[in-house]
């Protein structure tokens, strides 16, 4: 394990933390932010230039960007948050605990498999690689994933259609 | 000198003043419609027909103009108090200006009431562009007119505890430090 | 509404056509005439007067800075009639007259003259008024000098020592009733 | 309030107090719901040019509702006008409505002349449709250009600042002055055109239609500046007429109402020219008049210079019309009407007076009722601006807050006027 | 045509920043001179000076060549608050708050007689001179001045801004200025 | 790499540092002056000769200027903002490369910060990034203008990356590659005729330049900071250097807005009949191949600057002439039309591919 390696994780897991303990909504999401970006590092240091790269663009870039747009919108702070009931926050730390308990369940057997030097191919993260891989073996799941899309598009074509009569937008 | 004549009635006589003509049509329009007894006080300076009328009348008068279908007094080109202190009784006017675009006819109208008591009609129903100039009236000369929706100063701020435009305030700040000559007497 | 002079002009709107829809066109159109513009400055003289080092030229007629003339003898014009005083919209003029004494008639031109006058450069709207309304062509608005900025406000009240001209032919205001050269000789043999 | 404290902090107590003055009109200040905001537009936001705050209630960037305060600078002119004689008023008149001075002292001048009983020769009458046009230009071309800079693009507004520059250049030469003119006299003009004024006017009628065309075709026809303009603020005829608009404003909205067609004064019946009229009052219709008066006002001056008639530039009226200066020295008489006339001592008539001229923008009227005095003893200014400055909330509710900046900016609404 | 004024006084602190502490190092000389060539001015105007500070921004005369073009109409990021035209009283307020919304170094240029003293408007309703309210640097008269009055008037703020301690701020006589007007 | 060579690219990372810095500071001057030209005026010519020394006096009274914190501002995010801001800016230079490289001995410097081979995405994730700047800047202003500038650039940037990075994946369809050299010397290889990608993608360019005009906020999509709506837009609150900042940042993102342009588009460090010359020089001259070669390069770095300056100066010339749009028109432009414009442009490539028109 790297220094990196270990710098990364903690930093990751520090601003996870963030993002549930943040008091204000918007430095929740900022947190968010900086936890991918320790997940593209990670994914440099797997050799998955790619991802990273896609990771920061799609994520940080663009869904992050659009998380912050609607908190500072809604303008959410200390004073406006309702108050949750005791019921709530029970379920919340059950639920909680019991996804962690799962987590730690099916990862206990789990030996990270070494690489072999020998063998390894550093273009197994490329663009081209994961191209012939997404476009061979997964196709199918990506022509799927791609009619998702197509109806969260044509879902958000017909919210955002103007009403009749209403001026500009 | 009044480039105003030469837009008159096209069916005047030639021989008399066609200006005359038109206001003589008008005024007998007024008396026709209204009753003579509500006009006091009929001029016509510079061929601007004035009539006087009374507050209680003012808002039936330029309604029925307004909706008169003859003359179409569709405009109302400006309206402004005035305060003349020494007429008992009379302290305050407004003094109405309203225009038919149709036939290019002016009319005056007058009404005038006592300072003690300020309170007129408003026009506010009939023209929307009286809003603002009642509210002008108001702040100028403290004239309070009833049913207008928001009547509260509009130039001045809002704490002044007077009606600048009365002749009893003075016009000067007051405050100016470098007027020294009082020589010239203004 | 019914047409009220009969010499209306309706300005129509036309849809757009595609080429203006594509904004291209609009947008090449725009840049030419700007780069027109960048390319005429770059090349030929440019409008801009670098102002402290050039200067435009004022109208004869401008109305700046006021001067008090003196007539061909140097003697002061004014008399202190007070005219351009009651003329003054912003009342920035103010005058202390007094009678001329024996002795001083090379120095005042009337038998009543200006002791003091003063004039508020801060209040002066520069309208000209003072300078139509003086019957003795004392005070006149030079059409060369704008009242300068300055730091405080008791340096705007110009007294006669910065109103009254100065009495060498020279340096004498082009503004108003000015000296033949004649006149001008005379006065600089004079001061001589 | 503290050094730091936020932009908004500015106007809160404004706006705490618009809220409470506006409460009765606008339930909606008091009680708005979650998602919308309040904005304050001026009074020192850069689009509103003068001064004159709009609060406007937002959804978004949509404009709920808009109240709007004026009076920012209120400068009593009417009561100033109460203590002044009539020729000191022509300055007062110049700061009405500046971009435009000279309609201002001509429309000024021809009360008084009306009330006077004073008939200007006909080359005094040729020399102020001149000016006044002249004006118009100036007026119409800050309008526009100013737009132009509202939706971003400042170029324009420099290029046709220069022609105005080369206005102010003329007034120069006639006046003496660039911007506040104090045009003319009671009775004429106070001199005639001097050589070079009048080749710089020629000088300048050859070489502004080029520019004007540059204008105008950077802007007219560019689909960006269209979809910015088109369709936005509009008002029918009769509401115009309701709000008593004038002006291009009126004339945008379709009604060929002018003054100088309506009611010539100064000769202008003398003059060919059209009414230009938009068709829906949208703000491309107030840009398109605007753009369109400027070639008829151009087409009045060409005829003017034309046909300017020889003559004397004033009234021959010793009573109201300062003698000549050469006079003043020599004559006792002139000297005495000199006197009596920068005293205020003349004898004005008992009477009241409406007269009216086509402003900058609009129908600028002046009622004037003497009591004999030497000053007005009411006057009364009717200002285009204050008029129809009110439509304003009208026509911003419902667009959008570049929509609102764009509007404001072509009803050309000047704060001298406004606020008087 | 000799249109300058022939009497130009030298460079002189403004009230209230001579005397005592207000020595200028070589930092501060160059310090000074980068804030002389860029100040930013935030146009206040409010009437017909203001059409004349366009033709100040036009082509004719060009601010822009004194490093001024950028207009910061937002007072955090202004140097020079331009006050032209009439300040009424209702507005006074809002010049003082924007006058202390503005960072340090901050001077006040008065343009036209109206923002000085009042010019003609000796009425009820306007305020007989800025300087009622906030301190002003400069007064530049006219009505409206002419743009080659404006430039002198900034080359005066100039002048000032060549020859003032960074510090300024932090003197007590500054302090005590700001005092005199309320301003904290 | 060898030690020393790693030491030289650390070198060139700095100059592309320093270089960046540089012309965003000549680029407020620049501004000026070409704004000044185009409106017929002179622009600052009292501060140093030409006032070339106008952007220091900036800096230098930007610098020493109060800082402002808004009451109620959220003050760490405050001061975060603009250094977001600054900090993608800058960091997207660092994969273009500026020329080829230069060969001592056996030392060869890339003229370029650090090659990686995803390096477009790079550049691409980092511009993405560089919102936050102004997003967390508006929001933490406390101010309804600032807020409404932060919205709207939040809105704008990410309508306009999809259709930029749809006008890209065209480039990247020709390409094969995702790294910012290859796409660079495929516009050119020795002996062979290459057209520079704007003769195969003259659409594809259209859009991304409109698209770069969008990303960079500059006019007709300045809507964040609008003067005349917004006051100053996100940074309304903002005084001293940290409106210094954001100014700054928005001139490198011009830089490498036409950087990006001129190494995608404009084939970069090429230039024509470079390899001629090179051969030219070898054989008519006597030079060194190896000499003859550094010599290409840096006149290919000469060149692509100009390139640069070029765009730069385009960027300005369009500020200076066209109105702005509105938002909801600019939202419009960009989803219904620059999106499906480069779909088609996928599309149109794909075909011309597949047909074996271009390569």
């Not at chain 2, 009784?89 to 038919?100: P, T």
């Not at chain 3, 351009?84 to 004494?101: L, N, Q, Y």
């Not at chain 5, 073009?69 to 006074?92: C, H, N, Y």
């Not at chain 6, 610098?63 to 997207?92: H, I, Q, W």
Request: one cysteine or more; hydrophobic letters at 45%.
């Amino acid at each position: 394990m790297s220094p990196l390696f270990l710098f990364l994780s903690f930093v990751a897991l520090l601003s996870a933390l963030g993002v549930v303990l943040a008091k204000n909504p918007v430095h929740s999401v900022l947190f968010l932010i900086l936890t991918f970006f320790t997940l593209s590092g990670h994914y440099l240091l797997l050799n998955a230039q790619f991802l990273a790269a896609v990771n920061i663009i799609v994520y940080a870039g663009a869904i992050m960007v659009l998380f912050l747009f609607v908190i500072m919108f809604l303008n959410l702070n200390e004073e406006t948050e309702p108050h949750k009931p005791a019921l709530a926050k029970i379920a919340a730390a059950i639920a909680g605990g019991s996804l962690l308990l799962i987590l730690v369940a099916a990862l206990r057997n789990v030996s990270p498999a070494g690489y072999d030097a020998a063998s390894f191919d550093s273009q197994i993260g490329m663009v081209d690689r994961l191209g012939l891989v997404l476009f061979k073996e997964y196709a199918l799941p990506f022509e799927l994933a791609s009619i998702l899309l197509l109806a969260a598009m044509v879902g958000s074509v017909m919210l955002g259609k103007r009403e009749t009569g209403e001026r500009n937008f | 000198m009044n480039p105003q004549e030469s837009a008159a009635a096209p069916e005047a006589p030639v021989a008399e003043d066609p200006i005359k003509v038109q206001n003589a049509r008008v005024l007998a329009l007024l008396h026709k419609l209204f009753g003579e007894a509500t006009f006091t006080d009929v001029e016509e300076p510079h061929g601007l027909l004035t009539v006087t009328t009374t507050r209680e009348r003012i808002h039936d008068i330029v309604a029925g103009l307004q909706q008169d279908q003859e003359i179409k007094f569709h405009f109302l080109t400006t309206m402004c108090g005035i305060n003349y202190p020494e007429n008992e009784g009379k302290e305050l006017g407004m003094i109405y200006h309203l225009h038919s675009l149709t036939q290019n006819i002016r009319l005056r109208i007058k009404i005038f009431f006592p300072i003690a008591d300020p309170v007129v009609p408003t026009l506010t129903d009939l023209y929307a562009t009286a809003n603002w100039m009642e509210r002008e009236a108001y702040d100028f000369y403290g004239v309070i007119f009833t049913g207008h929706p928001n009547l509260i100063r509009i130039l001045n701020v809002e704490d002044m505890d007077y009606h600048p435009m009365r002749k009893e305030y003075p016009l000067e700040d007051g405050t100016r430090e470098d007027k020294t000559d009082l020589f010239f007497g203004r | 509404m019914e047409s009220l002079s009969k010499r209306a002009k309706v300005l129509e709107k036309k849809p757009m056509t595609f080429a203006e829809r594509a904004y291209l066109p609009a947008i090449f159109q725009g840049l030419t005439i700007t780069m027109r513009h960048f390319f005429r400055a770059a090349t030929k003289k440019q409008i801009t007067v670098r102002y402290p080092d050039e200067t435009r030229p004022f109208s004869p007629v401008f109305r700046g800075l006021h001067v008090l003339k003196r007539d061909e003898a140097g003697r002061e014009r004014c008399t202190a009639c007070g005219l351009c005083a009651v003329a003054c919209p912003a009342e920035a003029i103010t005058m202390v007259a007094g009678e001329r004494k024996k002795g001083e008639e090379n120095l005042y031109r009337e038998e009543k003259y200006a002791v003091s006058y003063e004039i508020n450069m801060l209040r002066c709207i520069f309208c000209g008024l003072c300078e139509e309304a003086c019957p003795k062509a004392a005070v006149y608005l030079q059409a060369d000098k704008m009242a300068p900025p300055r730091f405080e406000r008791d340096e705007f009240i110009y007294g006669k020592d910065r109103l009254v001209e100065p009495v060498t032919p020279d340096n004498r205001s082009k503004r108003g009733i000015q000296l033949t050269p004649e006149q001008a000789d005379k006065l600089r043999a004079q001061l001589a | 309030m503290a050094v730091n404290d936020t932009l908004e902090g500015t106007h809160k107590i404004h706006e705490e107090a618009a809220a409470q003055r506006h409460g009765q009109l606008m339930p909606l200040l008091n009680d708005f719901s979650q998602e919308l905001t309040t904005l304050n537009l001026g009074p020192t936001h850069p689009a509103t040019h003068g001064i004159f705050q709009n609060i406007l209630q937002m959804d978004g960037e949509r404009i709920v509702s808009g109240v709007p305060t004026i009076g920012y600078i209120h400068r009593a002119f009417e009561k100033i006008a109460e203590r002044r004689p009539f020729y000191q008023i022509t300055p007062l008149t110049d700061r009405m409505n500046y971009c435009s001075s000279p309609i201002n002292n001509m429309g000024w001048h021809m009360t008084v002349e009306k009330l006077l009983g004073v008939t200007v020769p006909k080359r005094a009458q040729y020399m102020r449709v001149i000016m006044m046009e002249l004006a118009r230009i100036a007026d119409h071309l800050i309008c526009n250009s100013i737009l132009g800079v509202d939706t971003g693009a400042f170029t324009g507004f420099l290029y046709v600042f220069q022609e105005r520059e080369k206005i102010y250049e003329i007034y120069e030469e006639v006046c003496g002055s660039r911007l506040t003119t104090n045009m003319g006299r009671v009775g004429g003009m106070e001199r005639d055109f001097s050589p070079v004024a009048l080749q710089k006017l020629r000088d300048w009628l050859k070489t502004f239609p080029a520019v004007m065309k540059e204008f105008e075709s950077m802007f007219n026809r560019n689909r960006i500046f269209m979809d910015r303009v088109v369709n936005v603020g509009p008002i029918s005829a009769e509401k115009a007429l309701n709000y008593g608009f004038t002006g291009p404003n009126l004339r945008a909205a379709g009604v060929d109402y002018d003054v100088r067609a309506m009611n010539p004064y100064s000769s202008y019946e003398d003059f060919e020219f059209d009414i230009p009229v938009g068709t829906n009052g949208d703000t491309y219709d107030r840009f398109i008049v605007r753009n369109e008066e400027i070639w008829q006002s151009l087409r009045i001056i060409k005829q003017a210079l034309e046909n300017l008639p020889e003559g004397p530039y004033h009234a021959d009226a010793p009573h109201y019309y300062l003698p000549a200066k050469q006079e003043v020295y020599k004559n006792m008489e002139a000297l005495i009407y000199h006197f009596k006339i920068i005293m205020g001592e003349i004898d004005a008539p008992v009477g009241e007076v409406y007269h009216s001229v086509e402003g900058g923008n609009g129908e600028l009227g002046f009622y004037l009722i003497s009591d004999g005095g030497r000053t007005p003893y009411r006057l009364h200014f009717r200002r285009p601006c204050f008029i129809y400055y009110q439509a304003y909330p009208e026509m911003a509710v419902g667009t959008t807050l570049s929509d609102a900046i764009v509007i404001l900016s072509s009803m050309n609404v000047i704060a001298g006027e406004l606020d008087a | 045509m000799d249109t300058r004024v022939p009497e130009i006084k030298t460079v002189e602190a403004p009230e209230g920043v001579e005397g005592a502490g207000f020595f200028a190092t070589s930092l501060e000389k160059v310090v000074g001179i980068a804030r002389a060539n860029s100040l930013w001015p935030l146009p206040f105007a409010t009437s017909c000076c203001g059409i004349e500070f366009m033709a100040t921004m036009g082509s004719h005369y060009d601010i822009s060549r004194f490093g001024s073009e950028r207009p910061s109409f937002s007072p955090r990021q202004a140097d020079l608050l331009m006050v032209m035209g009439t300040i009424a009283k209702k507005m006074a307020p809002i010049v003082k708050q924007v006058y202390e919304q503005m960072a340090e170094p901050r001077w006040v240029l008065a343009m036209g007689a109206c923002a000085c003293s009042g010019g003609i408007f000796d009425s009820y309703s306007v305020l007989q001179g800025i300087d009622r309210i906030i301190p002003v640097d400069v007064y530049v008269p006219g009505c409206p001045p002419r743009p080659e009055q404006v430039l002198d008037g900034l080359m005066r703020v100039q002048d000032l801004a060549k020859n003032e301690s960074f510090r300024r701020r932090n003197a007590p006589e500054y302090q005590a200025l700001l005092a005199s007007y309320n301003i904290k | 790499m060898t030690l020393p060579a790693l030491g030289w690219q650390g070198l060139v990372v700095l100059a592309t540092f320093g270089i960046s810095l540089l012309i965003a500071t000549y680029c407020t001057y620049a501004e000026r002056v070409i704004a000044a030209f185009l409106q017929d005026r002179v622009g600052p010519d009292r501060a140093g000769p030409f006032g070339l020394l106008q952007p220091l006096a900036d800096a230098v009274k930007l610098f020493t200027k109060e800082e402002f914190f808004p009451a109620g501002a959220n003050r760490a995010l405050f001061v975060f903002g603009p250094c977001l801001a600054m900090v993608t800016a800058l960091m997207s230079s660092a994969v273009i490369p500026f020329g080829n490289f230069l060969q001592f001995g056996d030392t060869i410097i890339h003229l370029q910060g650090i090659e990686i081979n995803v390096g477009m995405l790079y550049v691409f994730g980092i511009v993405s990034l560089g919102v936050y700047g102004i997003m967390i800047g508006g929001w933490a202003s406390n101010n309804k203008f600032s807020l409404l500038g932060a919205i709207r650039a939040a809105s704008q940037n990410i309508s306009y990356e999809i259709a930029m990075g749809l006008a890209l994946i065209a480039v990247l369809m020709m390409s094969g590659t995702l790294s910012l050299r290859e796409i660079t010397l495929q516009q050119s290889v020795a002996g062979e005729w290459h057209f520079w990608n704007i003769a195969k993608q003259p659409l594809g360019f259209i859009i991304f330049i409109v698209c770069a005009f969008a990303e960079t906020n500059r006019t007709p999509f300045d809507l964040p900071e609008c003067e005349t709506e917004l006051i100053g837009g996100y940074h309304t609150e903002y005084s001293s250097m940290k409106m210094g900042l954001y100014l700054f940042a928005e001139y490198i993102n011009v830089f490498v807005a036409s950087a990006v342009m001129s190494v995608l588009y404009f084939g970069g460090f090429n230039f024509p009949f470079q390899y001629e010359l090179r051969d030219w020089l070898v054989s008519s001259r006597g030079l060194e191949l190896v000499t003859a070669q550094n010599i290409i390069t840096i006149l290919g770095l000469v060149g692509l600057f100009a390139k640069i300056f070029g765009f730069i100066f385009f960027f300005m010339w369009v500020r200076w002439t066209l109105p702005r749009f509105r938002y909801d028109q600019l939202m419009r432009l960009g989803w219904t039309i620059l999106i499906p414009l480069a779909i088609f442009n996928i599309m149109l490539t794909g075909g011309l591919i597949t047909f074996g028109v271009i390569k």
